[in-house]
């Protein structure tokens, strides 16, 4: 099965000149979501984490599955003010202004090995935010994966030191 072509393609949104692609249809899909899903734990089984870190909220579609089948904890990364214990906290710069988000303070553990999990790598913003928290854990290492790549905004290269999969590129 082709999984990018279970992903609906919406041109002029948000804003014109936008496509954005909507994982939806890929989602209503049994059989696509189960071979996107085999297909990125055979990835994560690779890289043998501690933990999964996924961020809000797409990044939560995939990350909690990842971890149940690997029988490890799952961490989210929400947006600011939507944890309840105390936290780091990531300020990131959007399109048209910036966003924080946050993680717990004893959600992770010194000396781990990471997997952080979104559904999209465009600019590389958000995930270089999410790095940026899960380092205040001093990480043993830190693996990405992303269920699609667009790769030309380039958000790959911001994030040049570290692995990243990606399972699609457009």
Not at 54 to 70: D, K, N, T, W
Not at 122 to 140: D, Q
């Amino acid at each position: 099965m082709n999984i990018k072509e279970k992903i609906r393609v919406v041109p002029d949104f948000p804003t014109p000149g936008i496509q954005f692609y909507d994982i939806t249809t890929l989602l209503n899909d049994p059989q696509a979501f189960r071979e996107t899903m085999d297909a990125m734990l055979q990835i994560a089984r690779k890289f043998e984490p501690d933990v999964v870190v996924a961020l809000e909220s797409r990044g939560f579609f995939f990350g909690p599955v990842i971890a149940y089948q690997l029988g490890i904890p799952f961490v989210p990364v929400r947006k600011k003010g939507k944890l309840p214990y105390t936290t780091y906290q990531e300020t990131y710069l959007l399109e048209y202004g910036s966003a924080t988000m946050e993680i717990h303070t004893d959600a992770v553990h010194d000396n781990q090995k990471v997997l952080i999990i979104d559904d999209v790598l465009a600019t590389g913003g958000s995930m270089s935010a999410a790095i940026n928290l899960v380092n205040h854990f001093h990480p043993k290492e830190i693996h990405l994966l992303f269920l699609m790549e667009l790769e030309a905004l380039k958000g790959r290269k911001k994030l040049a030191k570290y692995s990243v999969d990606s399972l699609i590129k457009v």
